[in-house]
């Protein structure tokens, strides 16, 4: 066992073998794969003309996994890159909310059903390079999907509306990659993203035409593996 030990340990550090014996080269196009956690967190107030009538947010969490690619060009230390990735996840949640107050004249029930089957970004990153290490930060745009079945319910009916929307985000992030041989690496990475609000409208008989102001934000961690070409 120790002899094997000592042998595999020569062959990477023998010139040729794929492993790395000094700092790193990153330029190159890369795809690969990861896998993590998300949490996002989708929030809303409901008003009708104006007047404001109830409130809430609720947690879609899950896995998060998919693929990424994306090119590096290194300059000494520095490192500048473009990257995309698609995402799926098993993001999803279901509340329900009761107003009671004057505002809601006969009342109101609301239930929510929501999910996030898939998402997908394309970022800058930039960072600096330390001996087989890469700390990098990233920012720039993401997109995906948004499942949403919204219940208005007062003593005299309710209304039901299903929405697939396909939101936009800003995204900012951050990460470490470390190359384990020539062409693999593997990193760690959080990433924000935030879509900002959004308006939708409903009309619900006994109460009238209700606005939705929604937000969602997202937080994803994951883990990743690449092959440098």
Request: aromatic residues 10%.
């Amino acid at each position: 066992m120790r002899s094997t030990m000592i042998l595999a340990a020569s062959l990477l550090i023998m010139p040729g073998s794929g492993a790395l014996a000094g700092d790193h080269d990153w330029t190159g196009f890369y795809v690969g794969g990861n896998i993590g956690y998300g949490k996002a967190r989708a929030s809303a107030d409901y008003a009708v003309l104006g007047v404001p009538l109830l409130s809430g947010s609720e947690d879609l969490s899950g896995a998060v996994y998919g693929a990424q690619a994306g090119y590096n060009f290194q300059r000494g230390k520095f490192v500048l890159g473009i990257e995309t990735d698609i995402q799926a996840t098993s993001q999803k949640a279901s509340t329900t909310r009761v107003c009671a107050t004057l505002a809601c004249g006969v009342g109101v029930t609301q239930t929510s059903e929501d999910s996030i089957p898939w998402l997908g970004t394309l970022r800058l990153r930039g960072g600096i390079a330390v001996d087989r290490f890469l700390i990098y930060g990233t920012g720039g745009i993401g997109y995906g999907a948004f499942k949403s079945t919204q219940t208005l319910t007062t003593i005299l009916g309710s209304v039901t509306d299903q929405a697939s929307d396909q939101r936009p985000a800003w995204v900012v992030g951050a990460g470490v990659e470390a190359a384990l041989t020539a062409h693999w690496s593997v990193k760690g990475e959080y990433l924000y993203l935030d879509t900002g609000t959004f308006n939708t409208t409903y009309s619900l008989l006994g109460i009238g035409l209700i606005t939705q102001q929604a937000r969602m934000t997202e937080n994803i961690v994951r883990l990743g593996v690449n092959y440098r070409f």
